[in-house]
Every structure is written in C-alpha cells, then in structure tokens.
C-alpha cells in the first residue's frame, strides 16, 4: 500500500533519482521482456542508482579524488580494472590511452590478425577437402 501511495502521490520521484521512463526502455529492449511490474521497474532504478553511487563512493576513495577533490574518470576505470567486483565494467570504462598509442595497436592487431587469417584459410581448405 505504501508503494502504491508513492506512485499516486508522485513523490516516487524523489524516492529515486534515475528517470523510470529510460528505464522502462531498456527493460523492455530484452526480448524476454513482455510486461515490466512498477515495482519491478522501481525496484531495478533504485538499484542501479545505489551501484552507481556505490561505485563512485569506491572509484572516489580508492583513486586519486581525495587529493585533488574530484572523481575522475581515470579513478574509475582504474577500479574497473583493479577491483574484481567491478571488472565486468572494464569494457565500458576503458583506460584511457593516446590516439597514437591506439593505431599502434591497430597496426598490431592487423599484423597478428594476418598471421591467424592465413591459418584459417588453411584449415578452411581442409574442411572443403573433405
């Protein structure tokens, strides 16, 4: 009943920061997703803004904000890849790295790539023998 209370008087809002709407989007962007229950869709936002704070709390304390007064986004993706809780973000939160560092890696990466091509087309070759 208090739920429902919060939803009719509006002050659902305050009670979470995120906005339901995106989030109801996001939800329903899964095909498993047919219907999203408004306590679910609560429930899923005030979870996500308490993970967020959660990891700007840690990135903060464990980074360098104390001395300069900040969260940055070094100090988070420093936690990403440092903190096991958090390593399955070090996708989204890479380290940052200088543009041309990033085409020595492509030119790298296009090398090597090369090099696994050529075995590929072989064992392909193999499998057409077949």
């Known amino acids: ?3 429902a209370a919060a939803r009719l008087s509006g002050t659902e ?7 339901l709407s995106r989030i109801r989007v996001i939800m329903k962007s899964s ?5 999203i229950n408004q306590d679910a869709l609560f429930l899923t936002a005030k979870a996500t803004e308490l993970f967020v704070q959660y990891l700007a709390a840690y990135s903060y304390k464990h980074g360098r904000g104390k001395e300069k007064n900040a969260l940055t986004y070094t100090d988070l993706s ?3 890849e ?5 390593q399955f973000l070090a996708d989204i939160l890479p380290k940052k790295i200088l543009a041309s560092k990033y ?3 492509l030119e790298k990466e296009k090398r090597d ?3 696994r091509d050529d075995n590929d087309e072989g064992e392909e070759e193999e499998d057409e023998d077949k």
């Open 1 to 3: 009943a208090e739920m």
């Open 113 to 115: 790539g090369e090099v």
């Open 103 to 105: 085409l020595k890696m």
């Open 13 to 19: 809002n305050r009670l979470v920061s995120l906005p």
């Open 31 to 35: 095909p498993e997703v047919s219907s």
């Open 78 to 80: 420093h936690t990403a």
């Open 82 to 86: 440092e903190c096991e809780t958090f």
